[in-house]
């Protein structure tokens, strides 16, 4: 019983830490975005600051994400190399035929936002579809 509690109080402190991660990388990406569009501050210095910040910050996000997989059951973890899979097939296959809708016209303002929405999108779309699958 003891060791049940203890996976799950792990499980629960590793999804708060990466929580935590994923709102400071993302919430620094917004900022220096909107910083940036807005003008408040026209120093190059401080725009390539917040850049290696939010980079600094993604970094430690990716960290917290690898920790966080690494204290999973063997079966989340398969959710996860799943969906992370399929994802990351998504992200090729649209991005490089969004490419070619783009080098023959079709799409006339491409966005690597679309492409990272894509990806998103279908990770969390898979995991939910894995977890119910493998349950």
Known sequence: MAK??????????????????????AGTMVLVDKAVLY???????????????????????????LRYLRDMDEMRRKIQLDSLSLSMGAGFVGGFSYSLL???GFVTDPEVSDIILLMGMTYMLALVIFHYRYR
């Open 102 to 104: 783009a080098t023959t």
């Open 39 to 65: 003008g408040w501050f026209t120093s190059t210095y401080i725009s390539v600051l917040g850049i290696v910040v939010n980079a600094a910050l993604g970094l430690g996000m990716i960290k917290a994400f």
């Open 4 to 25: 049940s509690n203890d996976f799950e109080s792990r499980t629960i402190s590793g999804t708060i830490r990466l929580l935590v991660w994923t709102l400071a990388w």
